[in-house]
Nanobody, 126 residues
Framework: QVQLVESGGGLVQAGGSLRLSCAASGLTISNYVMGWFRQAPGNEREFVSAISRNGGITRYADSVKGQFTISRNNAKNTVYLQMNSLKPEDTAVYYC???????????????????WGKGTLVTVSS
């Protein structure tokens, strides 16, 4: 059974940092593009970041470029999202996802994911 389990969310003041982790079981993440998405209340789920199978290519939503950093440790079957200079508008549930696709047009979309975690809540207070 495939499981993606996010951790590291919580309440932080604006300007603070959090590091999210996504631990995978039941699949080998080196076979997948791994990504992070987020969904704020009343909004659709949106792409945040993705990282290629060997970690050599990363992609970010314009809204988080220079602020968030995605990384992966295939030996630990874990993906990370370092979030710095957090803003209230970063408040959302953050989801880890795995995609078999090799196309950025696919793996950067919610519909292009093969597996999802249940999410971790990040709340940024002003």
């Amino acid at each position: 059974q495939v499981q993606l389990v996010e951790s590291g969310g919580g309440l932080v003041q604006a300007g603070g940092s959090l590091r999210l982790s996504c631990a995978a079981s039941g699949l080998t993440i080196s076979n997948y593009v791994m990504g992070w998405f987020r969904q704020a209340p009343g909004n659709e789920r949106e792409f945040v970041s993705a990282i290629s199978r060997n970690g050599g290519i990363t992609r970010y939503a314009d809204s988080v470029k220079g602020q968030f950093t995605i990384s992966r440790n295939n030996a630990k079957n874990t993906v990370y999202l370092q979030m710095n200079s957090l803003k209230p508008e970063d408040t959302a549930v953050y989801y880890c996802a795995a995609s078999r696709s090799y196309s950025s047009g696919t793996y950067s979309t919610p519909g292009g994911q093969d597996y999802w975690g249940k999410g971790t809540l990040v709340t940024v207070s002003s």
